[in-house]
Structure formats: C-alpha cells, structure tokens
C-alpha cells in the first residue's frame, strides 16, 4: 500500500504541476494582450504618411508563448514591414521630438498586467 500511496501523492503533484503551467502560461498570454493593446492605442498617427504604408498603430503585433528556461514570455512589438521605423517617432530626431509612446504604453499597462496575473493565477 505504501507504494500505492507514492504513486498516488506523485501523480497528485504531477497534475498540480500542470495546473500551475496552464495558468502561468494564460496569465502570460493575457498580460501581453493588454499591452499590446495599450501600446497600439499610445502610438502616434500621423496624419501625413511618408512611408506609402498602413499608420505605424496597424502593425503592431503579439507574438507566441515562449516557455524557454521554465520562464514564460511573449514578444509584443511591431512587425518587420514597418518597426524599423518606430524608434524615430518614440526617441526623436534632429528634427522631432521624442514621444516615449513605448516607454508611456509599459508605464500605463504595468498595473493592469499585473493584476491580471494575480487574477488568472489565483483563479
């Protein structure tokens, strides 16, 4: 019976285990939802577009899950089409200001990301 009860506890932590993952990883996910979104509405539009392409605002993008190392992440920027463009408008030129709209879009998600953390990993 004592065997019984090992494999009974192992299994128990196993499926505890997998629990855990599965909200780790939804919290991840969900936390680069609401900065993707935040950093979509901060970025600048402008009304003149130089490039012949879609405002810098519509190629935002949200990447996959990333579980390397035990750690959860996912990449939140801009494509390739149009990213390199971005630090112009958010560190400034010669020519422009800098409008720290990255800097200001982390700033302003910071609390609800975390509270959305707390939210799925106590669920």
């Known amino acids: 019976m004592a065997v019984m009860g090992e494999a009974e506890l192992i299994a128990n932590l196993e499926r ?3 629990t855990e ?3 780790a990883r939804k919290a991840t ?18 009304p003149v577009d130089h490039s012949g392409m879609t405002p810098l605002a519509q ?3 949200l990447g996959n899950l990333k579980t390397a190392g035990g750690e959860y992440s ?6 390739k089409e149009k990213g390199w463009i971005t630090h112009f ?8 200001r ?9 700033e ?6 975390l509270q959305k953390f707390v939210e799925d990993l106590r669920v």
């Open 16 to 18: 505890l285990g997998k």
């Open 21 to 23: 993952e599965r909200k």
């Open 29 to 46: 996910r969900d936390g680069a939802k609401i900065f993707h979104d935040r950093l979509k509405e901060n970025t600048p539009v402008s």
């Open 59 to 61: 190629h935002t993008k």
């Open 74 to 79: 996912v990449d939140v920027g801009y494509d």
């Open 89 to 96: 408008p958010n560190s400034g030129t010669a020519k422009q």
């Open 98 to 106: 800098p409008q720290h709209f990255v800097e200001k879009s982390q």
């Open 108 to 113: 302003q998600a910071k609390t609800a990301v």
